[in-house]
């Protein structure tokens, strides 16, 4: 399965791939009911770093762990290495469309587990990721455009 998703955000390059890389960004943007607890991560993710966290959908605790990869001033990659997901792999990438207009552009692409629980869960996910990044390019820009 693979779902695209585009928005612009009037801040310089720099600074929307700084925001994304504090691991403190996705609990910003995550969108309620939704709630992140991070348990472990480095304040700004670099290559080769792991975040684990739990991704409760009201009562229901996802734990989740992603290691970061080819970061770059143009974004990562969060795969998946333990999960709700058989695989999942999250390209985030950052193209300057003028000194002062970022779009970024989130890439998921996964593939539901075979278990029949893990697979509801990850279906429901998946079927809600369209007003998951709507929220998240809301907040992005309601927390850079200041």
Request: charged share 20%; no cysteine.
């Amino acid at each position: 399965m693979r779902y695209v998703h585009r928005f612009r955000v009037r801040a310089p390059l720099a600074a929307v791939a700084a925001f994304h890389q504090q691991a403190a960004s996705m609990a910003a943007i995550t969108p309620p009911p939704a709630v992140v607890r991070l348990h472990q991560a480095p304040a700004v993710l670099g290559e080769g770093d792991t975040m684990a966290f739990t991704l409760w959908l009201g009562p229901l605790p996802v734990p989740w762990t992603a290691r970061i990869e080819e970061v770059s001033p143009r974004g990562f990659v969060d795969r998946q290495v333990r999960g709700p997901f058989a695989a999942w792999r999250h390209r985030h990438r950052y193209v300057a469309i003028t000194p002062t207009v970022t779009e970024v552009v989130d890439e998921v692409e996964a593939t539901l587990r075979a278990h029949a629980w893990w697979r509801l869960i990850g279906l429901g996910m998946w079927l809600t990721l369209p007003l998951l990044f709507a929220y998240r390019a809301w907040k992005t820009r309601r927390l850079l455009e200041q």
